[in-house]
């Protein structure tokens, strides 16, 4: 009378769950970074042809305002023209012709070639954005100031998240007040928090070489790291709408001369700096990230760049960012499609809470997006972990939980193998023609249990006597002991040789290794 | 230098408030119950085409074990044949002959019309199911047992619910032993609590008719219950795998003849009573449901049924349900899929979580299944509210939160509009060429801002320092009291005569009506 079953079977369990503690080798895992997605898709084919269309004629007739001297210089000199209301247009040949140069296949290198990431094709990576300006404290659900220690643990803890693929810095230093030591301890508490690819932003121009000069302390040469650059730099050169943002443009100028590959960021808020319908947010921000492909490419041909059509929303009732609704959840997936239809790396903000808690409205937003994000076959999909108060602070706890997440979510963008193993009927005849009657043991059960199904470590799936037994455990207090035992051990990741020459040789900052 | 803006403007933010707060005419409501999914594939066609081949063997090669004396006479006098081994197995060509005869699209009539469920194409429902041995006590995570007053109150809530759009009975009134008693107050709490469409189940074929008879009453005779079946039975006609479930297979005999449509439920496990694939999972209950497909026309070409490929998913290393898991949100959505080659209404289950607590885990498993089913176009999303512990609770709270995941889901499913008013460019110049620079207070802006964005009830969008001072409220207590706030009220939904007629002439129990 039951709608559904619920037998627990015993018959090997011990050996089972032993089984799956030993750690899996990398090649049999269930998922892994940059498996490819794509099947969800928003928007038809039309609908992303009059999409592009519009933003060809949003270049061609709008135009861009407020591009630097440096950048009028090169986008004219590339074929643009300056308006006498100062604005820059784009013919659309101008802007074909550089699409077909940019680069289609990017790699962006972690410290450690495990962690690299291969942003062709619709390959999805999960990873940390900013910039938070708060720390969670879950306990009270205070608010407090992040500092640097704080970014240097959100690494130490990304370090060791399976389903976390890069670190794009998200949160602010905020007890550093010189702001070329921001910049230059934010690289540096990133590096020596994790081997995984990193992405940072600069304060202003001024600040690219010096920083520079670190990264290359740290690669080992100018050329070690122009081979491969383990740091990239997220680039908010517009202002949204149609504006370039002056001083950015600058950086991402010297960043794409250096060989840094730059993350074309327009973020504008659908209802507030950019338009309220959803598909004329998407418009704007391919207007502005196709502007971004024109600079880029103007100042060399196939310079590692990422398109980052990052529409953000508004709650049109108070202007507020809305960031973990349905429409954000839509905008991200669909930017992905545009992407794909210039054949260029892209990604897009997917991940994000307004709750202010690791609760359950933090996690039906953080799935909704980054499912969406990893379905539609975003590359990068930034956000994706614990940024909450739609993205002003980050809950180390909530990074935590959001690697739960998204080895699930990961789990639904690898698919459904249907193969002769998985149709054919030899088991089941096996099983049903004087077999056992069930499956629990069966060889082919046995077989895929690593390999095809994915275990939370957060996450509990235990009856509830099993669960009242254990002391009905809080996940949030769960989380909380495993960020204390991750941050308890010295994960620093720099050698002391080369620590001790960067400390020498820069104003870096001190930082507990174990909390 | 931040990554994302996070501007707060004023101008006309209480008006819009205000605004928002007037009930919103039904046909101008950013979302709807049947809306159309369907731009999520997670099978490529050829994958279904195999899917369907490898069920066809399956019916034709294994066949079906244990059909009741009365579903062998009906089986084999529709050209199935039965073997030595007391199989049925069901020809390739009887199957296609019955697809053809079977209802392609079916209506489950809610008691008030405007709760109509329009099951054809891929329209989009989601409700709840069952069953549910337990209530959540949300405060101190205690499991106690279900009772009929937990049904009622669990129908009042729905009521209420905007994004639920059925009711099919989520738990089991363990306070009553007598099993006549237990499903004729099943239907009559539920059709007391709410007017949408209901589902249930009978404990065997005896109570089909003394329950017929009450629905009679409700409807206002046989011939208004047959014109408006707004009570259908869940039906676990099979016990996987390949087996019949001999009573429930009289049951819907019953109720096929009696005009009350009929969900055909397989619910295998997969990795225990399905295969562990998960495309082998989808094969064996595609099967299942295509021999209920047989069995239901071959007693009535036409009568409405609904296929319920409702493959759960085990923990392969307890056998434990994992029905929060990624694996089961693949296998819902892609269950989807295959109700729609044949063109049959279909439903799965989706939302479920393994949490014990409405908590971060619970948000994330709910939001993920629930979303890929509606993107899919699943037509009936069972289970999507309230579900905990892999079914075994329910939590009214998490009705009510989940009604709000549900919302932006919701959205999610309606998906992006793409015409001219949104992909024209005259606002963007409007706004850039000489306008203000923003789009806050744009006629655009304002007209969309209530039909194209959907606003949650329980989710918290206030900014920390907002929040702060609000008192940090906790959203399971704002659902707690959201509860209340139903359940203090008289929500009867059966006027005082029809009521007394109810109880004069049929063993109803008490029910407090306002708690």
């Given at each position: 009378m039951t709608d559904a079953p619920r037998k627990r079977r015993g018959g090997g369990r011990a050996a089972r769950v032993a089984l799956r503690a030993a750690p899996l080798a990398e090649e049999l895992r269930p998922v892994r970074a940059g498996m490819t997605g794509g099947v969800y898709k928003p928007l038809s084919d039309s609908d992303i042809q009059r999409i592009h269309e519009a933003a060809l004629n949003a270049l061609e007739q709008i135009g861009m305002v407020n591009a630097p001297d440096s950048g009028v210089e090169i986008l004219t000199g590339a074929g643009c023209t300056l308006g006498d209301d100062g604005r820059i247009r784009f013919p659309r040949a101008l802007v074909m012709d550089m699409l077909a140069k940019a680069a289609k296949s990017v790699t962006l290198p972690g410290r450690d070639p495990k962690h690299d990431l291969d942003l062709s094709d619709s390959r999805v990576h999960f990873g940390t954005a900013g910039a938070a300006i708060s720390i969670v404290d879950t306990q009270d659900g205070s608010y407090r100031d992040s500092t640097l220690q704080d970014l240097y643990d959100a690494a130490?803890?990304?370090?060791?998240?399976?389903?976390?693929?890069?670190?794009?810095?998200?949160?602010?230093?905020?007890?550093?007040?010189?702001?070329?030591?921001?910049?230059?301890?934010?690289?540096?508490?990133?590096?020596?928090?994790?081997?995984?690819?990193?992405?940072?932003?600069?304060v202003g121009p001024q600040n690219v070489q010096p920083c520079l000069e670190l990264l290359y302390e740290i690669a080992g040469g100018e050329a070690a790291y122009r081979a491969r650059p383990f740091v990239s730099n997220t680039n908010c050169f517009v202002v949204p709408p149609l504006t370039f943002a002056e001083e950015s443009c600058q950086v991402m100028e010297l960043c794409v001369r250096a060989g840094m590959p730059v993350l074309l960021l327009s973020a504008g808020q659908a209802g507030a700096t950019a338009p309220a319908p959803i598909a004329s947010a998407i418009v704007q921000a391919v207007a502005e990230c196709l502007a971004g492909v024109v600079y880029v490419n103007a100042i060399q041909p196939g310079a590692p760049a990422i398109i980052g059509t990052w529409p953000f929303v508004s709650d049109l009732r108070t202007g507020a960012m809305s960031s973990g609704s349905g429409e954000q959840a839509l905008l991200s997936a669909a930017s992905a499609q545009m992407h794909h239809f210039y054949g260029l790396p892209g990604g897009a903000a997917a991940g994000m809470s307004d709750s202010k808690m690791p609760d359950m409205q933090a996690g039906w937003e953080q799935a909704i997006s980054n499912v969406m994000a990893g379905l539609s076959g975003l590359n990068m999909v930034y956000e994706a972990v614990g940024m909450h108060a739609s993205l002003l602070g980050l809950s180390h706890e909530s990074l935590v939980l959001g690697n739960d997440l998204l080895g699930q979510v990961q789990r639904c963008v690898r698919g459904i193998d249907v193969n002769e193993d998985t149709v054919g009927l030899d088991v089941m005849k096996a099983v049903c023609l004087g077999g056992?009657?069930?499956?629990?043991?069966?060889?082919?059960?046995?077989?895929?249990?690593?390999?095809?199904?994915?275990?939370?470590?957060?996450?509990?799936?235990?009856?509830?006597?099993?669960?009242?037994?254990?002391?009905?455990?809080?996940?949030?207090?769960?989380?909380?002991?495993?960020?204390?035992?991750?941050?308890?051990?010295?994960?620093?990741?720099?050698?002391?040789?080369l620590d001790q020459k960067l400390h020498d040789n820069f104003n870096i900052l001190p930082l507990q290794r174990q909390v």
């Open positions: 130490r803890i990304v370090e060791q998240l399976e389903h976390v693929h890069f670190f794009q810095r998200p949160l602010v230093a905020r007890d550093i007040t010189d702001n070329l030591a921001l910049d230059m301890n934010t690289i540096y508490a990133s590096c020596a928090g994790t081997t995984k690819h990193i992405g940072t932003s600069f056992p009657g069930h499956y629990l043991g069966h060889e082919q059960t046995l077989g895929i249990m690593q390999t095809e199904y994915i275990y939370p470590d957060m996450a509990d799936r235990q009856s509830p006597g099993e669960w009242d037994l254990a002391g009905r455990p809080n996940l949030v207090e769960k989380a909380r002991a495993k960020v204390s035992e991750i941050l308890g051990r010295d994960g620093h990741q720099f050698p002391a040789e």
